[in-house]
């Protein structure tokens, strides 16, 4: 199958790497587009007044690869435009550093704008998102993206699920359907993990900004929210906590329907 693969941390990311490297050995041909750095929590925005560079790069990944100094978005329309010797059977993002799980983060995630993209060009979308403690998330940050051999081998294990997934994900996806595959991993992750079939949870997230500064600023402060879900059915936050893999399909063609 013939796939392009996006994120929102950017073309260095080990988890980006790790996904790209498990669908190549699950004999897929992979075209890797993604942001020059991180685009976290961009959702889907695009870089309307500003001319956006592409650049052919190597990363050792096996397969073509490109960067953007765009969005995740950006990265999805030019790839399928202007990069790509032929059109892609589906458009792949991830595998994104930290959980993509409740309305709140999906709505701003750049990895599920990404698969969105690929809905709107009448691919199958799927997003990947490995969820992370919040000390080993912070850890990683503090490290430059850098992973140590534990954090490899749950990467590595999520990466193999995805690969094992993809294809059955694209063929239940029909053509123009604007459907996006939302999938998340547990921390940690492992070759014996269940997936589950999710909802998003219900995620109230005020108080993302501090206070008014003394030179008027105000800077994100990261909260993980107030879950207001109902009992049932399965969110993807609760099958997350209770060590599954969480599978939400997100059909955007039901969208205001009455």
Known sequence: ???????????????????????????????VVAPRVEQSWT??????????????????LGCPTWSVDGTPSDCVNIALDHLLPSAPEAVVSGMNIGLNAS????????????????????????????????PVYDDLKDKAGMVGPGLLAIIRASAKHAARMTPSLVASTPAQSFIVHNVNFPYPCMSASEVRRTVPARLMLPGLFSPRAEDGTHRLVFKLGEDTSPSSPLTDRSALDSGFISHSILDFSKLGSI
């Open 43 to 60: 959702g889907a925005s695009k870089s309307r007044h500003r001319a956006v560079h592409s650049l052919k790069e190597e990363h050792e």
């Open 103 to 134: 309305l709140a983060f999906i709505l701003g995630s750049g990895t599920v704008a990404g698969a969105c993209e690929g809905a709107l060009h009448g691919l199958p979308g799927i997003a990947f998102s490995q969820s992370l403690s919040i």
């Open 1 to 31: 199958m013939r796939l392009l693969v996006t994120n929102d941390d950017g073309v260095g990311s080990v988890f980006l790497h790790e996904l790209v490297r498990a669908l190549i050995a699950a004999d897929h041909e992979v075209f």
